[in-house]
């Protein structure tokens, strides 16, 4: 593959890997370059230097019940693959900066994940070079995301957010429990579900945040009122910015 533009001319196809325990790397713990169809199924993944466990430039990744604590960034990233088509199920990831983070990546599905304990529980970034959404959110168990994350090139500093979407288009999410994540830090953004503008402008569109439970959070739903098309109600939820997006 060319690195340097992101295009595969042939896929390493249908590799999995599972049951191991990656521990104390440098950078990423398991990673798939231009990968298609690979399966990282039951396998931990400990405090690593950058990613836990990671996909680029690669479509129909399955990460399915693992186990990813202090990774210095994501315990778990899909990036760089405009078809990723990505597959994220029954996880726990907690104690980093981030549980789950997509980014520069279109289509797929976070479900039945565990995430707890981080910066970020699971979040979608925009702008960091190129889109990302398109992603099914549900049922997933996001709570006690409490820690502080600086501000980057791509991110605003951020503390106590369950689901960031920066800039994100058309994700789903309903179904979920996002709970008690409340920053540690005074930080310009916070919330149970964040809906704002990626760093570079891009707005959130067409993003649907329904049936969710979001409560104890500071506050439920965080909404800058840009973009077109988000439908951030009806949620069992008590607070939100603007006001009025709980009524009961």
Not at 105 to 111: A, E, F, N, V, Y
Request: charge should be negative; proline fraction near 5%.
């Amino acid at each position: 593959m060319d690195f340097d533009t992101g295009e595969v001319a042939e896929y390493v196809e249908d590799v999995s890997i599972s049951g191991f325990t990656i521990r104390d790397f440098s950078e990423f713990g398991i990673v798939g370059f231009g990968a298609r169809d690979a399966k990282f199924v039951k396998n931990r993944a400990f405090d690593d230097g950058e990613y836990g466990i990671t996909s680029f430039f690669s479509t129909g990744t399955k990460v399915i019940s693992n186990v990813i604590s202090g990774a210095e960034d994501a315990a778990i990233y899909a990036g760089d693959s405009p078809d990723a088509k990505t597959n994220i199920v029954s996880n726990e990831t907690y104690d980093s900066e981030s549980g789950i983070l997509v980014r520069n990546s279109l289509h797929g599905r976070i479900t039945a994940n565990n995430t707890h304990d981080n910066c970020i529980g699971i979040v979608f970034i925009a702008d960091a070079p190129g889109p990302a959404g398109e992603f099914d959110v549900h049922g997933n168990k996001v709570h006690d995301n409490t820690g502080a994350c600086p501000a980057t090139a791509e991110t605003p500093a951020l503390s106590g957010v369950g689901i960031g979407l920066l800039g994100a288009g058309d994700v789903e999410i309903h179904g979920n429990h996002i709970l008690d994540n409340v920053p540690s830090d005074p930080e310009p953004f916070s919330g149970g579900v964040l809906v704002v503008r990626g760093i570079e402008g891009t707005a959130p569109t067409d993003n649907t945040v329904t049936g969710n439970t979001i409560l104890r959070n500071e506050p439920d739903i965080f909404w800058d009122e840009t973009g077109s098309g988000n439908r951030l109600e009806p949620n069992n939820c008590e607070t939100s910015v603007p006001e009025g997006l709980c009524r009961r």
